[in-house]
């Protein structure tokens, strides 16, 4: 693997990073309406009965708790060896797909990358309808982890999607028919949608990406019928000299120092958001910083909120009931966007609580009581150094110091990547477990960046990257040890035991990035993998009891649903997101394309993996050897190339390996790069941001790659 610490590093870092958007604060205006009338269903009450109901999978986290737990147990530890393949829908993309496929009324509801929705006969796979909401792709690199969608919201017969694009999408679910749209962001800014949309009293609920690219981050609330906004929660303050939105941004504002409306604040509330009826509120995880420097920020004063926090919000009218701030003063993109979910947990004192719960990136565990944001339990699930510890009584982290770096470099653990991602998580109350998919020894070299100005619209992360390249990585147990389960792989599935506060047990793999993880009644809990295996596992115990290869890296969490009186299960393998762009490819692929299995008892055994495509023959292209000119190459394809297109220029086998283009791609480089002339293609056009020197430079460099790999192997 031809991959230089640089690189490296840059891998680090992007693997961290997801994307916001930003703000305009007029409610917008939906823009079309058809005459279909909708069916009703499924409806709030449907909604609220989905907890006890494992036929279907309504929602996002499958019901309002988001636990992911099916009280279905046809498909057991003892016969779960006999699953095969009922139907494979080929979703003939190419990037990553993180999505939670939704069934309901026997049709299944998924999205791929760039935001498409596609419905399937979820017995036979059947196509049903396919609903591309245009983007215009020339904007897909504001998407700073791939251009990915997670999911659909169902309500009174309609499908909603947010598209990368920032748009709110409302759907006909029996036609794909578009219904309305609403833009939820300014399109002049670096924001972008990823998550999915989720329903709350009638509303549709919203939030963006985009705290690396400087934006101001926010919630929506739009009315589900019409695409009406009915709220918006800001998650950080705007220019105070604009007059506050509303009391809660006021007191944010106390919480910061500086100009920090003019690096954006951050905070953007990508992925989670989660509903309790009867407690009448909305909870949101928000994001990190933007920049990233807490002294670039915010002058390096105050807390900063409501950055990194989870808030319980008044679902009938955005106002804030509560916050608790995971990462106050946030300086490592230790966002707390990751997955949250509802339960009533029977703690040590031996009385129920309603509690939520979340692990967020900075490495802890945390339950909170629902009602009243009173945390009841910190603790760390992985190995980290930022802190020790969390006080209980005043809630907040007990820092070792070691992770407020300055222009001089700290190792900090977690790093950008988180000791979490998106990747959701599960709760069975049966074994009273978490099933929580963690990354370890994410070890990150911080520092600050000198001479740090805000650029509109692009990065903004306020870390010195050039510095970072000199700085020779240790091995891990030469820095400071953390706290914490000890860093055995890159990768593990530890399941969490909530009450007790500590794992249960721990399965580790040899690689990061893994997919989400699904438990049912059937004492199972599913895992996807990097290495394109889908697995699972006894939930008590975490013994292996099932592993098939689908030939493409895992990231999305599996999903189970009944018909027919069979139970079903269904994952989408497609390998992409940040770290699949970017680094290293677990199967070897090249361009495998994205497909939706479902298994089923007595299915088909035969499982023919997805195989991707041979890289194409290599020709010589003459280029010229001289070192500067290389090393401003691998430069420049580092700063502008590499987030897509892979670390050292080796792809992570999702988009074109560069070594290995065509004679007369090389040919056409600056109307590629410079001229937009693959925009259409997602290929952004970079005109404003390198010169044609730099491109030929860039061009040079991978040329002397594709050289090397045309020697004669040893
Ligand atoms: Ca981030």
């Avoid at 990553?96 to 999205?111: K, N, Q, S, V």
Wanted: hydrophobic residues 40%; neutral net charge; contains cysteine.
């Amino acid at each position: 693997m031809m991959t230089t610490k640089k690189s490296m590093l840059m891998v680090a870092i992007v693997s961290g990073l997801m994307l916001g958007a930003c703000s305009q604060d007029k409610p917008s205006t939906p823009a079309a309406t058809t005459a279909v009338a909708p069916a009703a269903m499924p409806d709030a009450a449907a909604l609220k009965a989905a907890a006890d109901d494992g036929k279907e999978w309504l929602t996002y986290g499958r019901d309002y708790a988001e636990t992911r737990f099916s009280p279905l147990k046809a498909i057991t530890a003892d016969n779960v060896k006999d699953l095969g393949v009922a139907w494979s829908f080929d979703t003939d993309s190419f990037r990553g797909l993180e999505g939670t496929p939704l069934i309901h009324d026997g049709i299944i509801y998924a999205t791929r990358p760039w935001s498409s929705v596609f419905a399937l006969d979820a017995r036979t796979g059947k196509k049903l309808w396919d609903f591309d909401p245009q983007v215009d792709k020339s904007m897909g690199w504001k998407a700073c982890c791939d251009v990915v969608n997670r999911g659909v919201a169902l309500y009174e017969g309609k499908v909603y999607v947010g598209a990368i694009d920032g748009r709110l999408i409302a759907l006909d679910a029996k036609t794909g028919v578009q219904l309305w749209q609403v833009q939820t962001v300014d399109p002049a800014k670096s924001y972008t949608i990823t998550g999915a949309p989720r329903i709350a009293d009638g509303k549709v609920i919203i939030g963006q990406g985009g705290a690396e690219l400087g934006t101001r981050g926010y919630l929506t609330a739009y009315d589900a019928k019409t695409g009406e906004q009915a709220w918006r929660f800001w998650v950080v303050p705007g220019n105070p000299a604009d007059g506050f939105e509303n009391p809660d941004v006021e007191k944010a504002a106390a919480t910061w120092s500086g100009k920090w409306w003019e690096v954006g604040g951050g905070g953007d509330p990508w992925d989670t958001i989660i509903y309790d009826p009867e407690l009448r509120t909305v909870y949101v995880g928000t994001g990190n910083g933007s920049p990233w420097s807490h002294q670039l920020r915010s002058d390096g004063k105050g807390d900063n909120l409501y950055l990194s926090s989870i808030v319980a919000l008044n679902v009938d009218d955005g106002r804030v009931k509560w916050h608790y701030q995971t990462t106050p003063a946030d300086n490592w993109d230790y966002t707390a966007v990751q997955p949250l979910m509802l339960a009533t947990l029977t703690m040590k004192d031996g009385l129920p609580r309603k509690v939520i719960m979340q692990a967020p990136k900075n490495g802890f565990f945390y339950v909170l009581d629902r009602e009243t944001g009173k945390l009841l339990s910190a603790d760390p699930y992985a190995e980290l150094n930022w802190a020790s510890g969390v006080d209980l009584e005043s809630g907040r982290p007990i820092e070792t110091g070691n992770g407020r770096y300055t222009t001089a470099i700290s190792m900090v653990m977690p790093g950008p990547t988180g000791a979490h991602n998106w990747h959701p998580m599960s709760y069975n109350p049966a074994t009273g477990l978490v099933y929580l998919p963690t990354l370890q020894g994410t070890t990150f070299p911080y520092s600050q960046e000198k001479g740090f100005t805000h650029k509109q619209g692009t990065w903004n992360l306020g870390i010195n990257h050039d510095a970072m390249v000199g700085i020779p990585l240790k091995p891990q147990s030469e820095y400071k040890p953390g706290t914490g389960p000890k860093t055995r792989s890159p990768g593990a599935l530890v399941a969490w035991d909530p009450v007790k506060r500590e794992p249960r047990w721990v399965v580790d793999y040899p690689f990061a990035i893994n997919g989400g993880t699904l438990t049912t009644a059937g004492n199972l809990v599913f895992q996807g993998g990097a290495d394109g295996k889908l697995r699972g596992f006894t939930a008590d115990k975490g013994e292996l009891v099932w592993e098939v290869d689908l030939g493409v890296g895992i990231i999305a969490p599996p999903v189970t649903f009944e018909l027919d009186g069979k139970q079903y299960l269904s994952v989408l393998a497609g390998w992409g997101g940040s770290s699949g762009l970017i680094g290293p490819n677990s199967t070897g692929q090249y361009k495998p394309i994205g497909r939706l299995w479902t298994f089923v008892i007595g299915g088909d055994k035969n499982i023919v993996p997805v195989k991707g495509q041979p890289l194409p023959e290599l020709t010589a292209i003459p280029f010229d050897n001289n070192k500067k000119l290389l090393a401003q190459g691998e430069n420049v394809y580092t700063q502008h190339c590499m987030l897509c297109h892979g670390a050292g220029a080796v792809s992570g086998g999702t988009l074109a390996d560069l070594r290995y283009a065509a004679p007369a791609t090389y040919d056409n480089i600056l109307n590629i790069v410079r001229h937009g002339a693959y925009t259409g293609l997602g290929m952004p056009n970079l005109g404003e941001w390198v010169t044609d020197d730099e491109v030929n430079a860039a061009r040079n460099w991978l040329l002397s790659l594709r050289a090397d790999l045309m020697k004669p192997k040893k």
